[in-house]
């Protein structure tokens, strides 16, 4: 299925697309003077997760999706479960790399499984659970050493898929279809390769266009051509990321599905284009928005917690105990517990001293967070 741009209602959509980068510049500002910016950029990427599901029609609760994280569930996971964490993993890989690796061939290979596993790790990819350290483009002139390590690695990155399961390209492009009973779960003619190049055409065609409006375009034409067959949520992550390329939101991946949980799904689902690029403007809008609240709130809690830091030691566990406070949504006593490397009573002891708001109300498994 193609995509046709064609001609554009601009007086319509114009102030949207002003009001939409404005909000997303002065967030953006804002998160990169923040001292809370990085807890959160991290709290953006549970509560992403957690929307893209809910857009998605699929229920998915955040303390379950922290938990899990955390390892530390409460419940056997999910299917929902697992495909959330996917996501959250995959945004810690988005936000780790270089700003254009995601859209680029050899990224959304790697985001979907499919990337050739003769190659070493792509330029500038930090480590799925965000981790510092991108790896150095590799220089020509290697020596025979150097060049003999390269090989090891792309022979460990082969063994470590072959021992997760993940088949090769030459495997993955054979595929027969899969159907169990009158469902069918792997299309054969879905010709992923195909929809990806057309894809990837609109997004260069809408690349002279403001950031908002191509972010919004892009986002459309991946629902309408449906790329993947089983990842259809990567879709707005590639759209984030494509405004993180383009220099509009630098200082963290912007939680754009929490702004599409806002708005109703006759709008996001309208036959009218139109009406569905407002609902994605409308949808930028919001979440900014929410993301200015999110952060004056956690900056807030900041200060009122480091309060309590008055008189301490310098080899105290608050500041730990903070700082993953900042940086989830909710946190478990045996969270605070592995963070500081305390017992179980001492980070009861400190959740207690913080004085932060406990949310499950429950007995047993209990977890505490900032209102």
Same mark, same amino acid.
């Given at each position: 299925m193609t995509y046709e741009i064609g001609d554009l209602p601009f007086q319509t959509l114009l102030p949207r697309v002003a009001l939409a980068e404005d909000q997303l510049a002065r967030l953006d500002e804002i998160v990169r003077r923040s001292p809370v910016g990085e807890g959160f950029a991290e709290r953006?990427?549970?509560?992403?997760?957690?929307?893209?599901?809910?857009?998605?029609?699929e229920l998915l609760h955040v303390e379950d999706l922290v938990f899990h994280d955390a390892h530390m569930d409460i419940r056997s996971p999910t299917h929902e479960l697992v495909i959330g964490h996917g996501i959250l993993r995959a945004r810690r890989r988005m936000a780790g790399a270089a700003p254009g690796w995601a859209v680029s061939e050899a990224?959304?290979?790697?985001?979907t499984g499919a990337e050739r596993v003769t190659q070493s790790?792509?330029?500038?990819v930090a480590d799925e659970r965000g981790g510092e350290g991108a790896d150095e483009p590799p220089d020509e002139d290697d020596d025979p050493l150097s060049r003999e390590l390269a090989h090891i690695d792309a022979v460990l990155e082969r063994s470590r898929r072959v021992l997760n399961g993940v088949a090769t390209p030459a495997v993955a492009s054979e595929?027969?279809? *899969?159907?169990?009973?009158? %469902?069918?779960? $792997?299309?054969?003619?879905?010709h992923e390769k195909e929809r990806l190049s057309q894809w990837q055409s609109v997004r260069k065609h809408v690349a002279d266009l403001p950031p908002v409006l191509s972010a919004a375009l892009l986002f459309d034409a991946w629902e309408i051509i449906q790329p993947l067959q089983r990842q259809h949520w990567l879709g707005g992550q590639l759209v984030a990321t494509c405004?993180?390329?383009?220099?509009?939101?630098?200082?963290?991946?912007?939680?754009?599905n929490v702004g599409l949980k806002a708005v109703p799904r006759e709008r996001r689902r309208s036959h009218d284009r139109t009406k569905r690029l407002l609902a994605f403007l409308?949808?930028?809008?919001?979440?900014?928005?929410?993301?200015?609240?999110?952060?004056?709130?956690?900056?807030?809690?900041?200060? *009122?917690?480091?309060?309590? %830091?008055?008189? $301490?030691?310098?080899?105290?566990?608050?500041?730990a105990a903070i700082e993953l406070f900042l940086s989830r949504p909710m946190v478990s006593a045996a969270m605070v517990a592995k963070a500081a490397n305390v017992t179980p009573r001492g980070a009861l002891n400190l959740i207690a001293e913080l004085g932060v708001r406990e949310m499950t109300g429950?007995?047993?498994y209990r977890a505490w967070g900032i209102l």
């Open positions: 953006g990427h549970f509560l992403d997760a957690a929307g893209s599901m809910w857009n998605s029609g990224g959304i290979s790697a985001l790790k792509a330029p500038g595929k027969p279809s *899969l159907v169990v009973g009158g %469902l069918v779960i $792997r299309d054969a003619e879905w405004l993180r390329a383009q220099g509009k939101v630098v200082s963290h991946l912007p939680a754009l409308d949808a930028m809008c919001l979440a900014a928005e929410a993301g200015m609240k999110e952060i004056a709130r956690l900056d807030q809690s900041r200060q *009122l917690m480091e309060r309590k %830091l008055r008189g $301490r030691r310098s080899t105290s566990s608050l500041p429950r007995g047993s």
